[in-house]
């Protein structure tokens, strides 16, 4: 094989760790004073950041595309 088992073994521990980390940065406000240890908490601590995004940015989408449409009409 190209790496041993012991390799393999880090790299398995470090690609949830990695994917942690970059959705924690991506999502965060900065606080980090409360995070989640469990994999279980980090995946709802995920979700329900995502699910916040979302609540937001698709009324937004949709106001914005009717807000559009109207201006587009008035023309």
Known sequence: PLYSSAASDVYKRQIPRSL?????ALLSTGYGDYTPITFLGRFAAVCTALFGIGAVALPAGILASAFTERKRKKD
């Open 20 to 24: 942690w980390v970059s959705s924690a």
